[in-house]
């Protein structure tokens, strides 16, 4: 495309068309889109081993970055089994272990989380990095390769139940499967923007998307702030509007772990705060 037409086609779009997206006209970008991304893996843990009430304990297990198993830092060869595109879970078995090495929750051991994507559906349901899955839907796996691959082949949008055991103690979850963890779509034509992922999406309209802009997104609030006025979930989804430059505002929030729900507006800069209140209230 010549220099001329160039100006003249970012003259006609007004200040919305950018280099960015004349390049992307008519096409999808190659790239994963970074909005909604399911932000990396859940921050792991550790758990003592033999603590007794006024001793230390002897050793400690803990799970590195890559889902490995260590005992006092030493890596633990365990069957490990991944899942990487309907919950973005692994597991390895604890049931390997001897009896000392077990993690105090889980004594008869089971198939220990290894890792979690921050945005799985099992982690917005509450699974948490070192949880012992001891069944799904209802049935014992046989290894933890078995409960991978059940994952695996469970149909998207179709809800599982997890029996688990927790350093908080036994419980059960239940999560819908996603159609594929990292799926993403991005669309750049001129005044109009849109993209999209299993976590969020959002479209814009008009110059830097100014005249109209909505978002919705199912994200991991962890570090939002505790206590104080409004006390923040740990998972949130998130419906915003923006119109006419943002002369008005509105963001509504639902805690997915209760249902509360939190309204907040703004015309000319100025509205109510919001409160928390229950769902249907």
Not at 20 to 25: A, E, H, P, W
Not at 105 to 119: D, K
Not at 201 to 226: I, M, N, Q, R
């Amino acid at each position: 495309m010549s220099k001329v037409a160039l100006l003249i086609l970012v003259i006609a779009c007004g200040p919305g068309c950018t280099i960015y997206n004349v390049k992307f006209l008519g096409k999808l970008p190659s790239r994963p889109v970074p909005l909604g991304k399911f932000l990396g893996k859940l921050p792991s843990r550790s758990v003592p081993l033999g603590a007794a009430e006024g001793q230390e304990p002897w050793g400690r297990l803990a799970l590195d970055e890559l889902g490995t198993l260590t005992l006092n830092g030493e890596p633990l060869r365990l069957p490990y089994a991944h899942e990487p595109r309907r919950f973005g879970a692994a597991f390895v078995d604890a049931s390997a272990l001897p009896p000392a090495w077990r993690p105090p929750h889980a004594p008869e051991g089971g198939f220990l989380v290894a890792s979690l994507e921050r945005m799985s559906p099992l982690a917005v349901a509450g699974l948490r990095p070192f949880d012992v899955v001891r069944a799904l839907d209802g049935a014992a796996p046989a290894s933890a390769g078995a409960l991978a691959e059940s994952l695996g082949r469970v149909e998207p949008g179709r809800a599982v139940r997890l029996d688990v055991l927790t350093p908080r103690g036994p419980t059960s979850i239940e999560a819908a499967a996603l159609a594929d963890i990292d799926a993403s779509l991005s669309l750049n034509l001129f005044l109009f923007d849109y993209e999209r992922s299993n976590a969020a999406w959002h479209f814009g309209l008009g110059p830097f998307t100014h005249l109209a802009y909505h978002w919705e997104a199912v994200y991991d609030s962890e570090k939002a702030p505790e206590g104080g006025e409004h006390p923040w979930p740990r998972y949130v989804k998130t419906s915003y509007w923006r119109f006419l430059f943002d002369l008005f505002q509105s963001w509504t929030w639902v805690d997915l772990a209760t249902g509360r729900e939190r309204t907040r507006w703004r015309l000319f800069g100025l509205g109510p705060e919001g409160e928390w209140k229950e769902a249907g209230s």
